[in-house]
């Protein structure tokens, strides 16, 4: 069942295009992360979904009706911010009951729920406590309890992690997924940072300018890139995209880079001269950055390459050492120079 659809939604501040003719489906119980750059439209898209906005043009329909004319407070729509904003005067357990007191949630119902949400975060012991004695992590748990225990139909989070310290976000995340396995409330997810999105979620939509990119699993954003704008932004470092004609981009992954192969390669697509710049130590792998002269019409300009090998290899290169860095066909997405997209496997030479 499908339970949040955005039909050709559109929002303009002035000639600036937010949100741009975006068409989107949430099936019940997934979670799906909206992943772009800073100033991308995704904060205006989700404001719009929660009824902070009002599109300029276009539908938003929950459980196949439009809210597009419902304020915020009547969409069983529950939100949860980059600042948790908490309210400072109030214990946690009455901040946690707001929404059930704001909405005239009979008084019978709210223990039950109460202890539901809060056992279900784990913060029982805090109930008594005002939220400038909590740590991030708890108010952060204390946040998404006050959200779970609307029973909403939909869950909309505005970067909630970016808050918390690297440390405690990783963890954090690894909850927010088991919570939302658990409970299955659907789930729209704004982000910046692609592993979280790509981490958490079922399916992510990349966003750029105000435009869907792309929508799919983590894996089919990373293997099958819908433009060059998602195979330019997904992945660290992302894919290498080298021009090989006036038409055509090459995109390699940079851990597909074969850097001076032995014996013979096979369907060899790609085959540059680098000469090494630098040799990045990541622990498990190297990073090997290059400059190369494209094949292609480059109007002479260098192309920065990146090869992605692993710890065990111990490569001996030192900057401004010449190398061989090869691509296979199969490891390859063409793209179209003028239009940025994908070029179908069956137009592509073999
Ligand atoms: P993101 O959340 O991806 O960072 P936003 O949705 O906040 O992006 O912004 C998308 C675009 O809309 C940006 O160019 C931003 O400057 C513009 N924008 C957002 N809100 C307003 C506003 N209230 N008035 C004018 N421009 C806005």
Redesign the pocket.
């Known amino acids: 069942m499908t339970v949040l659809t955005l039909r050709a939604l559109e ?1 303009h ?2 000639s ?1 295009k ?2 741009d003719h975006v068409d989107l489906q949430l099936e019940s119980g997934e979670f799906m992360a909206i992943l ?12 719009m979904v929660a009824g902070l ?1 009002s599109p300029t043009a276009g539908d938003i329909l929950v459980d196949g009706q439009s809210v597009v004319n419902v304020p915020p407070q009547h969409r069983n729509v529950a939100m949860v911010f980059q600042s948790f904003a908490l309210y400072p005067h109030m214990t946690v357990r009455d901040n946690i009951l707001f929404p059930l007191v704001s909405r005239k949630v009979p008084k019978h119902e709210h223990e039950a729920r109460l202890n539901k949400a809060t056992s279900m975060l784990g913060v029982e012991d805090l109930l008594d406590r005002r939220p400038n004695r909590l740590s991030g992590g708890q108010q952060q748990r204390v946040a998404l309890a006050r959200a779970l225990v609307r029973d909403p139909d939909l869950f909309v989070f ?1 970067e909630p992690l970016s808050a918390l310290d690297a440390q405690i976000r990783s963890r954090a995340r690894a909850e927010l997924r088991e919570l939302h396995d658990q409970t299955r409330i659907t789930t729209l997810y ?1 982000t ?1 940072d692609q592993v979280e999105a790509m981490g958490l979620a079922d399916r992510v939509a990349v ?1 750029n300018e ?1 435009r869907l990119h792309q929508v799919g699993t983590p894996q089919e954003l990373y293997n099958d890139p819908a433009d060059l704008f998602v195979a330019g932004f997904i992945g660290n470092p992302p894919m290498n995209l080298i021009p090989i004609n006036e038409t055509t981009v090459a995109g390699i992954r940079p851990e597909d880079m074969l850097v001076d192969p032995e014996g013979d390669v096979s369907n060899v697509f790609i085959d540059l001269a680098v000469t090494i710049e630098h040799i990045e130590y990541l622990g498990s792998e190297w990073l090997a950055h290059g400059q190369a002269q494209s094949d292609a019409d480059t109007h002479g300009q260098e192309l920065h390459v990146i090869a992605r090998l692993p710890a065990s290899s111990h490569p001996d290169f030192v900057s401004g050492q010449k190398c061989r860095m090869v691509g296979q066909r199969k490891d390859v997405c063409l793209f179209d120079r003028a239009s940025g997209k994908r070029q179908a496997r069956a137009e592509v030479p073999a």
């Open positions: 929002k501040y002035g600036i937010a949100v772009g750059p800073s100033g991308s439209g995704k904060s205006t898209l989700m404001r906005e505005d704004v910046h966003i105000g």
